[in-house]
């Protein structure tokens, strides 16, 4: 049987400061990265996501539960997993008195690289994050996206067989960020492994093959991204536009169809349906004479029916 990359089950982290009330920022969180994917954990800033990695990366000691990477037991065999892993922090910086090419050979030569290897894996990781103009400028004169992109750098230039990133594209203009994307898929095709962190909805879109949805230091949604979307109660949003003469008939109507939403103070009304009812729905609107549309549903729906708020707000539990 083959070992999963990450094996964790009912992580729990409880932060106590004295004086204080203590904090549980992770209650009880069980998650299964198979070797060779990328999955993401999903959600806002304080919401547990980096305690967890920092747990996984052997930085932080659990309260209680058991995280295995390859095998092997965080807590019971850090050395053992070190290895196996780099990490990029949230907002880690470089070290500013050396340059982006300095510091990627610098880091692949304390990992044990033989002098070659360093080079031409420095010079790969640099071309792939677009740091050749500046590969010789000292960090502490680059820009922040800059910075942030030397961080991703030299870690990928690692190939190791577990890369932990923690929101590694914050800071990033769009252009950077899909450089970024393009990277990680790169590196999967190429047998290594992925655990990011994002509260960005089209990163964990469009690059995740798993996603783990974390509010309040649980996972409350986990799945493929098209599974969560279908949480919603479909695959396609049909919204009914206002105003509109008889609403609360057209909202009765609309209810037998499923759970009705309304979106504004407009009072439109919104409903999640699979394709095989959208004629019959198109029906409805013309014989109303309203105005309909049909898209979609994205995954910041399927968060917010799951969580409940916008990821764009901070939670105070976690961390």
Known sequence: MVEDAISARDVRKVYRTRGQPPVEALSGVSIRVPKGSRISLLGRNGAGKTTFLRIASTLLLPTSGEVRVFGRDVVEDPEGVRPLIAVVPQEGKPFFHLTPREQVYTYLRSRGFVRETAKSRTEEALSLMSLGEVADRLNVTLSGGQRQRAMVATVISTQAPLLFLDEPTIGLDPFARRGVWETLRLLTRRGSTILLTTHYLDEADVLSDRLYIVDRGRVVGEGSSEE????????????????????????????????????????????????????????????????????????????????????????????
């Open 228 to 319: 969560l979307k279908r949480t919603s109660g479909g695959t396609l949003r049909v919204t009914f536009q206002a105003p509109f003469s008889d609403g609360s008939g057209l909202e009765g109507t609309l209810s037998t169809f499923g759970p009705v939403l309304k979106e504004d103070a407009g009072g439109s009304l919104t409903l999640f349906t699979g394709p095989e009812r959208i004629q019959e729905l198109m029906a409805i609107a013309m014989a109303r004479k309203v105005p309909a549309t049909v898209g979609p549903v994205t995954l910041e729906e399927a968060f917010l029916r799951l969580v409940g708020r916008s990821i764009d707000e901070e939670d105070s539990g976690g961390r």
